[in-house]
């Protein structure tokens, strides 16, 4: 079963950067594909980005294409997403998700929260000047 663990929110200015991270433990998850998603206050959860398990193909939800970006290390069973340009409208409690399936096909559109499983406890990112 595996273990995910977020870290690396925090409280940055408009346009800032911060990376976050989802540490694995109790199975490699080189076999999976990883997903960032986040929960705004009174919103429902939303996908962020995901990364074939592979790490070749990744895919962002609109609202943060060519802000964010998303990879990661199968050596350390790590995931990470790259934040820049933060906006006020970024704030939110960040969740990683490993897929359940191993070896699952590319995501071309935003994969279903039901896709995926476990998830993280997630981390707090708050933009705000």
């Known amino acids: 079963q595996v273990h995910l663990v977020e870290s690396g929110g925090g409280s940055v200015p408009p346009g800032g950067s911060l990376r976050l991270s989802c540490a694995a433990s109790?199975?490699?998850?080189?076999?999976?594909?990883m997903a960032w998603f986040r929960q705004a206050p009174g919103k429902e959860r939303e996908f962020v980005a995901v990364?074939?398990?592979?790490?070749?193909?990744?895919f962002y939800a609109d609202s943060v294409k060519g802000r964010f970006t998303i990879s990661r290390d199968n050596n350390k069973d790590m995931a990470f997403l790259q934040m820049d340009s933060l906006k006020p409208e970024d704030t939110a409690v960040y969740f990683c998700?490993?897929?359940?399936?191993?070896?699952?096909?590319?995501?071309?559109?935003?994969?279903?929260?039901?896709?995926?499983?476990?998830w993280g406890q997630g981390t707090q990112v708050t933009v705000s000047s």
């Open positions: 990364i074939h398990w592979r790490g070749y193909h990744t």
């Open positions: 998700a490993a897929e359940k399936a191993p070896y699952g096909t590319l995501w071309n559109r935003p994969p279903p929260e039901s896709f995926f499983d476990p």
């Open positions: 109790g199975r490699s998850i080189s076999d999976l594909a």
